[in-house]
């Protein structure tokens, strides 16, 4: 089969190879991938910023559907339409794995990073780790289940937005954009701020239910916030561009007492401007991929539609276009950029 790998350290070591496909031990699924999106933390894999273990088949934001199943599995069978956490191999013993906290295992190997993950035709995952996608969303905006979830970590399980609060999102792109709608549906009026190079993300966060929108090169934003929020600033920012001026927009921004939330990696040290977070005594947390709960809240927002994902898929490629992908990635020309090993 066909996947696209990380082999090594360095500019070259992207590579789409023909590999043997993967065999199913007793507890696993083989499942034929319909689309894995790429992911910042993909993005970080191939410019060397964030470690794997070379070789490995990048990709963790998929759908897909069973096409075969170990021995031992009793919860899903042959045609399953599914998804699945992203901590493949954990300990189960340690107690962060006692508390539901996978990610925080040391011994945890991610799909993508760690394990072989989904940028491929074929993938095998434990069942353990699998959800059956709901009968009314498509496979298509199954794929964005796995971003969605982390987004579900940070605006509700390790932050808090309230009915009422003035909620900032900086930065627009696919990230930004499920943030703000996750935001939304917890009853927040959410800002989305961005540059002028964002304006069609900031046009289809206003169609997707943002309270306002500012271009932050093109307008004072303080003083709209100051406007907008009768001189208070926000509630809780989310930090979603993964830049250090972002960071420092977002605690200029904050009322004193705020919530800082930073949602996107940085890939890197960053300048934040700590002093200015202590004077006005903010509350700052983050959130790390995603846990179990985070992917049942998730699912259940695709299913009661309280989040639209489709307008975010922006491209739909197959595996060899893969630089063509990056590229767009990279440049920021497209939105949520979909591979699709097997077709549509
Ligand atoms: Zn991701
Ligand atoms: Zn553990």
Known sequence: MKALLKTKKGSNGVELL????????????KVKIHAAGICGTDMHIIHDEYSCNYPV????????????????????????RIVSLTA?????????????????????????????????????????????IPDNVSLDEAALTEPLACMVRCVIERGTVKAGDYVLVSGPGAIGLLTMQVATASGGNV????TSQDKERLNLATEL???ATIVID??????????ITRNVGVDVAFEC????????????????????VQVGLYGKKVEIDMDLALTKEINITNGFASEPTSWERALRLLEMKQVNVAPLISTKLPLHEWENAIGMVDNKEAFKVLFVPNGN
Do not use: W
């Not at 088949?57 to 399953?80: Q, W």
């Not at 800002?191 to 961005?194: A, K, L, P, R």
């Not at 093109?218 to 406007?227: A, F, G, L, T």
């Open 18 to 29: 023909e590999i043997e496909e993967p065999r199913v031990q007793s507890h696993e699924l």
């Open 57 to 80: 088949i990048m990709g963790h934001e998929y759908s897909g559907t069973v096409v075969e199943i170990g021995s031992e599995v009793t919860n899903f069978e042959v045609g399953d």
């Open 88 to 132: 493949a191999v954990k300990c189960e013993e340690c107690t962060y794995c006692r508390s539901g906290l996978y990610m925080l295992c040391e011994k945890r190997l991610s799909i993508g990073s760690g394990v072989n993950g989904a940028f491929a035709e074929l993938m095998v995952i434990p069942e353990k780790i699998a959800y059956k």
């Open 191 to 194: 800002i989305v701020i961005g």
């Open 209 to 211: 239910g943002a309270f």
């Open 218 to 227: 093109e307008e004072d934003v303080q003083k709209r916030i100051s406007e």
């Open 241 to 260: 561009a993964g830049v250090g001026p972002s960071a420092n927009n977002c605690l200029k921004l904050l009322k004193k007492t705020g919530l800082f």
